[in-house]
């Protein structure tokens, strides 16, 4: 099992970062917790880039804590489910 951590800026990307605004995020009740300092993803295209950085395929085990809207965990059952990015 590999554990990893990685950090990637919008800039890596090459397009701007996501209009939505956290008054949008709000809305839709997921507030964020300054307490615990919570980050959500938005932008799928971002998470693609991490999930594919990774190097995950069908035969890792991945642990996911706090998975907030589930747009990651969306990625990850892509990939080690049906082995495709």
Same mark, same amino acid.
């Given at each position: 099992?590999?554990?990893?951590?990685?950090?990637?800026?919008? =800039?890596? %990307?090459?397009?701007?970062?996501?209009?939505?605004?956290? @008054?949008?995020?709000?809305?839709?009740?997921? !507030?964020? =917790?300054? %307490?615990?300092?919570?980050?959500?993803?938005?932008?799928? @295209?971002?998470?693609?880039?991490?999930?594919? !950085?990774?190097?995950?395929?069908?035969?890792?085990?991945?642990?996911?804590?706090?998975?907030?809207?589930?747009?990651?965990?969306?990625?990850?059952?892509?990939?080690?489910?049906?082995?495709?990015?």
């Amino acid at each position: 099992m590999i554990l990893a951590t990685l950090c990637v800026s919008h =800039s890596a %990307l090459k397009s701007p970062p996501p209009a939505a605004s956290w @008054r949008e995020s709000s809305q839709s009740k997921m !507030r964020k =917790s300054i %307490l615990y300092n919570q980050n959500f993803f938005k932008d799928q @295209r971002l998470v693609e880039l991490i999930v594919r !950085r990774l190097n995950i395929g069908p035969n890792d085990f991945v642990y996911e804590i706090g998975p907030g809207r589930g747009i990651i965990t969306a990625w990850f059952y892509r990939v080690l489910i049906t082995g495709g990015v």
